[in-house]
């Protein structure tokens, strides 16, 4: 069945709006060469950008979209990164957007020996907990590595964000903008964390933490 034409003008809107956001995240130093991908859900599928480009120079019209048993339906071939998307859209029936990138400081933690699997960072600032909350570690696996998906499941139910062990992070949201905003808090806090390696550290309190999801109404 062809989509209706509301439909259809909602995807060319997200289907921009990946090329948009891809084009900022290059351009600001987030992610180099083809590295990263971001995908939108879509009412009959979902979209993700395509394997071996640059999210820098997408195309909206090559964009991959997929079904939700992970068969291409339209443009380039995905992402090797699709079962990543496609488990944490399973498991978060709320998220509209994902976005995975291999931003220098997360990366860089996520290669640090003796972190903390359940919680990779300290809250250091409220925005972190507000966008991120926990950040749980998952092991490694290669890249595209079909049982990675398997392992983002036992997670992501509970967290809206995960750092891929020697990989980077992935970052869901309500939307591609809100995700593309948490992913930048977990990069600057990253960012944070390396800088105050060996100098006393501060972080937020667990009546501070409350404090802020009953405030703000975080599920954490």
Not at 72 to 90: F, N, Q, V
Not at 134 to 154: E, F, N, Q, T, V
Request: aromatic share 4%.
């Amino acid at each position: 069945m062809s989509a209706s034409p509301a439909t259809k003008r909602d995807e060319n809107r997200l289907r921009e709006q990946i090329v948009e956001f891809g084009r900022s995240i290059f351009e600001r130093g987030l992610t180099a060469g083809s590295s990263g991908n971001i995908s939108v859900r879509l009412d009959d599928g979902w979209l993700l950008s395509p394997t071996n480009v640059c999210l820098g120079r997408l195309d909206p019209a090559r964009i991959a979209k997929l079904d939700w048993t992970g068969r291409l339906i339209a443009g380039d071939p995905p992402s090797k990164e699709a079962p990543l998307h496609r488990a944490m859209y399973e498991e978060r029936s709320g998220s509209g957007a994902i976005v995975h990138l291999h931003s220098t400081h997360s990366a860089a933690v996520s290669c640090m020996h003796g972190l903390d699997c359940h919680d990779c960072l300290p809250p250091l600032t409220p925005y972190f907990v507000m966008k991120i909350g926990r950040l749980p570690l998952i092991p490694y696996h290669r890249p595209g590595d079909p049982a990675l998906g398997g392992a983002i499941r036992g997670l992501a139910g509970k967290h809206s964000a995960v750092l891929l062990a020697n990989h980077g992070p992935v970052v869901s949201g309500v939307s591609l903008e809100a995700a593309v905003y948490a992913m930048e808090e977990l990069e600057e806090t990253a960012k944070l964390f390396l800088l105050l390696q060996g100098l006393p550290t501060r972080p937020l309190t667990d009546l501070q933490i409350e404090d802020l999801k009953t405030t703000f109404k975080l599920e954490l």
